[in-house]
C-alpha cells in the first residue's frame, strides 16, 4: 500500500493540518515538486484514518495540534492499524518533549513551521527513502538535553500525552468548557485531568496550576502557527 508502483506514479502526500492556511501552503509548497501530489488535506484526526482506509497513501504530514484527537494520537492509531508510511510531523512547538512523543509513538521526522518552507521537501525525501530527519534546530535542543539530564522538568516529563494537550490549554487560558469541547471530551473527564496535574506537578489548587501553566505555556515562545 505505501511503495510507489509504476515510473509515472506520484508520491501520494497526505497533510493533516487544522489551518486551512498552512494546509493552503504546503501543498503548493509540494505540488511544485513533478514527483509528488498532495492526495488529501484534513484538519482532523478522525477524518484522516477514514481517508486511509479507502485510499493508498506514501507518506503523512501530521501537525500536533488538532481539532478533537491530537496529532500524536493520530500516529499512534496510524500504526496500530498497521500503515507502515513514514510520518513527518510539521508542528509550532520547539519543546524536546514533544518531539521525544512523536518519535515514540512512530514518527519518522520532525520540523517545526518557523524552519525554512524548503526543507518539508527535503525532509520527505530523507523519510521516503528510509532515513528519519530531525530539524538541525530540534536536534541541537535534544542533544543539548542529552548533555544535560539535570535540566529535564522531571514534572513535565511525567505528563501524559493527554495531561500535557489539558496543561497546554489551561495555559492559554481556556477554561474548563473550552477544553472539553475542543479535546472532544466530558467537563468531568477534564476535572480528572486537572486534579491529576496538580498531583504530578506537586500543586495544591487550582489557581497555582493555572500560573503554573501559563508560565510554562509563555516559556514556550510559541510562533503564530
Not at 520532525?110 to 528519519?132: N, Q
Not at 496535574?197 to 510559541?222: C, F, M, N, R, V
Request: charged share 25%.
Amino acid at each position: 500500500m505505501t511503495k510507489n508502483s509504476g515510473l509515472n506514479r506520484k508520491t501520494q502526500v497526505l497533510v493533516v493540518d487544522d489551518h486551512p492556511i498552512v494546509r493552503e501552503g504546503v501543498r503548493h509548497r509540494i505540488e511544485t515538486q513533478r514527483d509528488m501530489v498532495v492526495c488529501c488535506e484534513v484538519g482532523r484526526a478522525s477524518d484522516a484514518m477514514t481517508f486511509l482506509h479507502r485510499n493508498p497513501v506514501d507518506i503523512a504530514i501530521v501537525d500536533i495540534s488538532l481539532e478533537g484527537r491530537s496529532g500524536i494520537d493520530l500516529i499512534k492509531q496510524i500504526r496500530a492499524s498497521k500503515f507502515d508510511f513514514p510520518v513527518l510531523v510539521l508542528t509550532i512547538h520547539e519543546e524536546v518533549t514533544y518531539a521525544q512523543r512523536v518519535l515514540a509513538a512512530g514518527a519518522q521526522g520532525y520540523i517545526v513551521k518557523s524552519d525554512p518552507p524548503g526543507l518539508i521537501i527535503y525532509a520527505l525525501r530523507r523519510l521516503l527513502s528510509g532515513e528519519f530527519f530531525i530539524s538541525r534546530s530540534m536536534a541541537s535542543k535534544i542533544f543539548a538535553r542529552i548533555g544535560d539530564p539535570g535540566g529535564i522538568d522531571s514534572g513535565i516529563a511525567s505528563l501524559s500525552d493527554r495531561e500535557l494537550e489539558v496543561l497546554e490549554a489551561i495555559g492559554r487560558g481556556q477554561g474548563t468548557r473550552q477544553i472539553a469541547d475542543s479535546l472532544s471530551l466530558s467537563i468531568s473527564t477534564i476535572e480528572t485531568y486537572k486534579h491529576r496535574l496538580k498531583i504530578k506537578l506537586g500543586l495544591d489548587s487550582a489557581p497555582e496550576l493555572a500560573a503554573y501553566a501559563a508560565t510554562w505555556a509563555h516559556s514556550k515562545k510559541q510562533q503564530p502557527f
